[in-house]
């Protein structure tokens, strides 16, 4: 018995290579060729070993672990791989592994090595060609043997073992016309008729790695082809996100809706999905630019199921939320929740990025905004140095400030809060300024008006001619204009809300090129959706005020606001201009859905009104108007005019 266990462990034991001396030595049994799956020790000679020194070394096979001991200071790494799994790795136990480790290893068994040997020691190669240590190496080391075993053997692998190849060599950044690629480039498009929805897949993204050249738009072009053959058969969301991200564009509408059914249908069937699968397909989809709703509230019903996600995949979904303007309240309650839990893990750079994202879809999630608040404000009273090394962009002080101005929510002490960002934003103003960053102290001062704060240093460099410059400079017209909106309104808060004082100070009678207002006429005869709102509106207040006041429609101020229907008493001849009743004015505003938080229009009575919202009402007030807003969401509630009179009689009672 302990025989055959001998001989068994020996066969088991044929690819065991290890260096002492520097010299290789001690080869189990044969080199012969062996369809095992490469699972070597490369064993390193760190020098004499003292007499009676043991050291231990692990060797994994095909479904084997083995332990052996030996003398000597040996340096011991482990290979391991996982069939199957396209995004698998080698993981490497030592991590002083080096290149030539490797080229010696392929000098001496590299004529034996079949496919999936051939495949795993390229997948090495790339993951040592990643490192920094591994870089500096690479200039004093001919790998040139390396190469020609690789396209020797090129010709052996089967499609699976070929294409994972090609994958790991594009993303390891050789030249696309460098000998090995172009052999397996052209290796894979003689095979890829016969590839099933796997190897495509794994094709599509070593496609993705390399320069839109002509070869590789034409091979990008046969797989859109092939595709539509196979994806019938596709059980896995993450391989039609592959496809679909490459392929997506270049296919005719209807197998676009073959690729979206089956997609669902997949998503559907999946039990038990992994993060970084879901995490594929929401970045698919942000990266193409394309919405759709069926497939990301399929992949978000498998990411509530996950109760711990690491922080990065949680941002990357986030994001690609933020990207795509996709609103799943379940979703976004759910990380939350995890960030809540675990906010002591989180660093506010993290912490901004998701903040960015909450901001955008008009999350409300007052007790996560209230506790990072605190420990915001805590730790720059506590640790002011650590404080000022942890946020040290500027995105991150936009970013961390959105949610507080875009959501209208005034932690306490809300006043240090602002004080703290705008006082770090300031300091890193002295940083090389750029139209980006530029962009990120606009949206700070932006956040800080919103919410009622006017910092006089940083609005100086706002209304700044080298600001002025840096905004003009945007290419990204978008960007270009939400800036300009930003400047615009952030002039008109200061306008309406600041002191003769701070005014002069700012010099906010200057000629500007940012501040010029566009004013957009109505188009006249036009009756749209709001227009019909408008005009009935007008109608039931007509009705509730009588001939005592009047009501006109679309009126803009001097100052640029917008109001809905503005009401006013008419003045008499025996009536005195300047008396508190002829200036009396009350604005009606309507309020579509947009103007609340998303998670709050399901509570009718209860709508929690958006920042910009809030600020356009107080400066309003500051202009003399009395406001009421009259949520386009209630109004439509109301079906007769009895129940709108009723609920606009209510509304004065309240306001006037």
Not at 214 to 242: C, F, K, R, W
Not at 454 to 483: G, H, M, T, W, Y
Not at 485 to 507: T, Y
Request: aromatic residues 6%; proline residues 3%; positive net charge.
């Amino acid at each position: 018995m302990a025989s055959h266990l001998l001989r068994q462990s020996a066969r088991r034991l044929q690819q065991l290579t290890y260096y002492h001396h520097e010299s290789i030595r001690n080869q189990f049994m044969n080199k012969s060729r062996t369809s095992a799956t490469l699972a070597s020790i490369i064993s390193t000679s760190k020098g004499h070993s003292s007499k009676g020194e043991r050291s231990r070394c692990k060797f994994v096979g095909n479904g084997f672990t083995t332990n052996v001991e030996h003398d000597g200071n040996i340096s011991n790494t482990m290979l391991q791989t996982h069939d199957g799994d396209m995004n698998s790795v080698i993981r490497v136990a030592d991590k002083d592994l080096k290149m030539q480790d490797l080229l010696n290893l392929v000098k001496l068994h590299g004529q034996n090595f079949d496919g999936q040997q051939v495949k795993d020691v390229i997948q090495l190669y790339r993951q040592l060609t990643v490192s920094e240590s591994a870089q500096k190496d690479l200039g004093d080391i001919d790998i040139k043997p390396f190469f020609d075993v690789a396209i020797r053997k090129a010709q052996i692998m089967d499609d699976k073992e070929l294409v994972l190849s090609l994958f790991h060599l594009a993303k390891s950044g050789l030249h696309q016309n460098s000998a090995i690629m172009q052999t397996y480039l052209r290796q894979a498009e003689n095979r890829m008729n016969d590839m099933g929805i796997y190897e495509l897949a794994v094709l599509c993204r070593a496609l993705d790695c390399l320069p839109k050249n002509q070869q590789v738009s034409a091979m990008l072009q046969a797989v859109a082809i092939l595709s539509v053959d196979v994806i019938d058969n596709a059980v896995s969301p993450s391989l039609l996100a592959s496809i679909m991200l490459s392929t997506y564009k270049l296919q005719p509408l209807e197998v676009r809706e073959k690729f979206e059914t089956r997609m669902v249908a997949s998503l559907h069937v999946q039990k038990n999905l992994e993060l970084n699968r879901i995490w594929h397909i929401f970045n698919t989809f942000a990266k193409l630019g394309v919405r759709l709703d069926p497939v990301l509230d399929f992949a978000s019903v498998h990411v509530i199921r996950h109760k711990n996600i690491e922080t990065a995949t949680l941002m990357e979904i986030l994001a690609a939320c933020e990207k795509l303007d996709y609103y799943n309240p379940h979703l976004l309650e759910h990380s939350a929740n995890i960030i809540a839990d675990n906010v002591h893990l989180w660093s506010f750079s993290e912490i901004s990025t998701v903040f960015s994202a909450y901001s955008a879809l008009k999350f409300l999630n007052k007790p996560l905004l209230e506790k990072i608040a605190n420990r915001i404000t805590r730790m720059s009273k506590k640790e002011p140095e650590k404080f000022n090394d942890i946020i040290n962009q500027l995105a991150v002080c936009a970013r961390l400030l959105s949610p507080y101005g875009m959501l209208n929510v005034h932690p306490f002490p809300e006043r240090y809060l602002v004080e703290c960002i705008e006082q770090r934003t300031l300091e890193l103003l002295s940083t090389v300024l750029n139209p980006k960053t530029c962009g990120y102290v606009i949206e700070v001062v932006y956040y800080a008006t919103l919410m009622g704060s006017f910092p006089v240093k940083l609005l100086q460099f706002i209304f700044s001619q080298e600001c002025e410059a840096l905004i003009l400079r945007e290419v990204d017209n978008r960007r270009l204009e939400r800036r300009r909106e930003m400047v615009r309104e952030i002039h008109r808060a200061v306008n309406v809300e600041c002191n003769e004082k701070m005014k002069s100070k700012l010099q906010l009678n200057a000629v500007s090129k940012v501040l010029q207002i566009r004013r957009h006429l109505p188009d006249v005869g036009k009756l749209d959706r709001k227009s019909l709102l408008q005009l009935s509106l007008q109608d039931c207040l007509s009705s509730v005020l009588g001939d005592l006041y009047n009501v006109e429609l679309n009126v803009t101020t001097d100052m640029g606001y917008h109001i809905d229907c503005l009401v006013t008493k008419p003045q008499n001849e025996t009536q005195n201009s300047n008396s508190e009743e002829s200036k009396k004015r009350l604005a009606v505003l309507l309020a579509p859905d947009s103007f609340y938080a998303n998670n709050s229009l399901e509570e009718t009575n209860n709508m929690w009104l958006l920042g910009n919202h809030v600020a356009k009402e107080r400066q309003l007030k500051k202009l003399g108007y009395d406001v009421i807003w009259i949520p386009v969401r209630k109004w439509a509630q109301l079906r007769s005019k009895d129940q709108k009179l009723n609920y606009l009689k209510s509304q004065f009672s309240l306001n006037m």
